[in-house]
């Protein structure tokens, strides 16, 4: 018998990717939303049942679960409010409360890579590892899958990269560009999460999931630059510059905002590494296993970017293309920035 998956953040950037597949794999899927009219003209519309709601209104979410097997908890506040881990700590024990008494087996959150311990974490990475706690302390076993960054067109941090190394041929950077990162891809994400909702699982626990690559952050952005097709950037290092100018120099550089892109840069001082390489043991592998990062990267770049993102779902297939734009994605998000510095060949 198929089981039943409610997916709690199905209009963001992960959750809108995640849903075609889990209805491709057979899976019954229901989705708790706060604004639904988004929902509106999604191709699997009537093939999932939307509740009207969020994590703070109890009696929906409390309805929403009703018969659930697995609670996908795909939601951050991160942008959406000032205090954000406040709400978040509290949203994630209320969560917990509404999965205990509805009898859900299984709870799947997505966090943020991190380095052991708590000292030094940003806002950002400090409120995804209490989450994450908070829905490890169930009495409902609790799979959370800890990534980086995720590449694909739209995803927050991929714009990030791609209109800091369009717009600026030439930066001063802070200390955190030769940090360790593990990208992982938007696919490789959505199938370890698809994975998580049907794997054995006896007991809560974290699984680390990256791609096969081990970069610099400056790397990264060199390399989006060189399939981008643009000239290699130059990059001058000024170790004081602080994470809070940082973020105020990003907000002024990416259409990202402000709310989101200061956490998100300030969340680049700490390294986001795989520390345990065990998620193909517990999830398996991806088909074909991981995607690189450059080969992410082109698949970002095959997306047409315009003004904005696309008005409709005309040729947009999320499952056969994760990494592609679709309308339910942030206003922000596939904006072309403006080049100052390219090579002669084209963009790929």
Same mark, same amino acid.
């Given at each position: 018998?198929?089981?039943?998956?409610?997916?709690?953040?199905?209009?963001?950037?992960?959750?809108?990717?995640?849903?075609?597949?889990?209805?491709?794999?057979?899976?019954?899927?229901?989705?708790?939303?706060?604004?639904?009219?988004?929902?509106?003209?999604?191709?699997?519309?009537?093939?999932?049942?939307?509740?009207?709601?969020?994590?703070?209104?109890?009696?929906?979410?409390?309805?929403?679960?009703?018969?659930?097997?697995?609670?996908?908890?795909?939601?951050?506040?991160?942008?959406?409010?000032?205090?954000?881990?406040?709400?978040?700590?509290?949203?994630?024990?209320?969560?917990?409360? @509404?999965? *205990? /008494?509805?009898?859900? +087996? $299984? #709870?799947?959150?997505?966090?943020? &890579?991190?380095?052991?311990?708590?000292?030094? =974490?940003?806002?950002?990475?400090?409120?995804?590892?209490?989450?994450?706690?908070?829905?490890?302390?169930?009495?409902?076993?609790?799979?959370?899958?800890?990534?980086?960054?995720?590449?694909?067109?739209?995803?927050?941090?991929?714009?990030?990269?791609?209109?800091?190394?369009?717009?600026?041929?030439?930066?001063?950077?802070?200390?955190?560009?030769?940090?360790?990162?593990?990208?992982?891809?938007?696919?490789?994400?959505?199938?370890?999460?698809?994975?998580?909702?049907?794997?054995?699982?006896?007991?809560?626990?974290?699984?680390?999931?990256?791609?096969?690559?081990?970069?610099?952050?400056?790397?990264?952005?060199?390399?989006? @630059?060189? *399939? /981008?097709?643009?000239? +290699? $950037? #130059?990059?001058?290092?000024?170790? &004081?510059?602080?994470?809070?100018?940082?973020? =105020?120099?990003?907000?002024?550089?990416?259409?990202?905002?402000?709310?989101?892109?200061?956490?998100?840069?300030?969340?680049?001082?700490?390294?986001?590494?795989?520390?345990?390489?065990?998620?193909?043991?517990?999830?398996?592998?991806?088909?074909?296993?991981?995607?690189?990062?450059?080969?992410?990267?082109?698949?970002?770049?095959?997306?047409?970017?315009?003004?904005?993102?696309?008005?409709?779902?005309?040729?947009?297939?999320?499952?056969?293309?994760?990494?592609?734009?679709?309308?339910?994605?942030?206003?922000?998000?596939?904006?072309?920035?403006?080049?100052?510095?390219?090579?002669?060949?084209?963009?790929?």
């Amino acid at each position: 018998m198929a089981a039943s998956v409610l997916v709690i953040g199905a209009t963001g950037y992960v959750g809108s990717r995640l849903v075609p597949r889990l209805l491709a794999d057979g899976t019954h899927v229901s989705v708790l939303a706060r604004s639904p009219d988004k929902l509106a003209d999604v191709p699997w519309r009537d093939r999932v049942t939307v509740h009207e709601g969020g994590l703070d209104d109890d009696a929906s979410l409390s309805r929403a679960l009703r018969g659930v097997d697995v609670a996908c908890h795909l939601v951050h506040s991160m942008g959406t409010s000032e205090d954000f881990e406040r709400e978040e700590r509290e949203t994630a024990r209320s969560f917990v409360d @509404a999965v *205990e /008494a509805a009898g859900v +087996r $299984r #709870i799947v959150h997505l966090s943020g &890579l991190h380095p052991d311990g708590d000292e030094d =974490l940003s806002p950002h990475l400090r409120s995804r590892v209490e989450v994450g706690r908070i829905l490890l302390g169930s009495r409902v076993p609790a799979l959370v899958l800890q990534a980086g960054v995720v590449i694909g067109s739209g995803s927050a941090s991929f714009e990030m990269i791609r209109h800091l190394t369009t717009r600026l041929p030439a930066m001063v950077t802070p200390s955190w560009v030769h940090n360790r990162i593990q990208p992982i891809a938007v696919r490789d994400v959505v199938h370890y999460l698809a994975a998580a909702t049907t794997c054995p699982l006896d007991a809560g626990r974290t699984v680390d999931i990256g791609g096969p690559d081990v970069l610099e952050y400056g790397e990264m952005m060199q390399q989006y @630059a060189e *399939e /981008a097709g643009l000239h +290699r $950037r #130059i990059m001058v290092p000024v170790p &004081l510059l602080t994470p809070r100018l940082s973020s =105020l120099w990003t907000g002024l550089v990416t259409p990202l905002p402000l709310g989101l892109a200061g956490p998100l840069v300030e969340s680049l001082r700490c390294e986001a590494i795989v520390l345990r390489e065990d998620a193909d043991e517990v999830l398996g592998a991806p088909p074909g296993g991981r995607t690189g990062y450059r080969q992410a990267v082109r698949e970002a770049l095959r997306v047409p970017i315009g003004p904005a993102r696309p008005a409709s779902w005309d040729g947009a297939d999320p499952l056969e293309d994760p990494a592609t734009q679709i309308p339910s994605d942030a206003d922000w998000s596939g904006v072309r920035p403006p080049t100052l510095w390219r090579a002669a060949r084209p963009e790929r």
